[in-house]
């Protein structure tokens, strides 16, 4: 079992900045990717961002130039740095962990980010 908490959420003006957090812990030795998601009311969940064990990150169209994914593995944090906020960035964003050995996904409780003024 692996647990994933988020934290960083909150409400931020349009054009500001947020750094969005992920403790991993339990059975990490197996995550193969770790990434953000998001969902907004009345959509469904999407990508934002996403990170290999190797360091190779892809980001939704949506973001590139504006987010970064990286991560810590001394401390098995993943962060997600959001710079020049949108109000359609407004979200809850969810933490995920895939195993591919055993096909399983985790995700976290999710932290709210909110862009408005």
């Known amino acids: 079992q692996v647990q994933l908490v988020e934290s960083g959420g909150g409400l931020v003006q349009p054009g500001g900045s947020l750094r969005l957090s992920c403790a991993a812990s339990?059975?990490?030795?197996?995550?193969?990717?770790m990434g953000w998601y998001r969902q907004a009311p009345g959509k469904e969940r999407e990508l934002v961002a996403r990170?290999?064990?190797?360091?190779?990150?892809n980001y939704a169209d949506s973001v590139k130039g504006r987010f970064t994914i990286s991560k810590n593995n001394a401390k098995n944090m993943v962060y997600l740095q959001m710079n020049s906020l949108k109000p359609e960035d407004t979200a809850v964003y969810y933490c995920?962990?895939?195993?591919?050995?055993?096909?399983?996904?985790?995700w976290g409780q999710g932290t709210q980010v909110t862009v408005s003024s």
């Open positions: 990170i290999t064990n190797g360091g190779s990150t």
């Open positions: 339990g059975s990490i030795f197996g995550i193969n990717t």
């Open positions: 995920n962990a895939e195993v591919s050995k055993t096909r399983t996904a985790y």
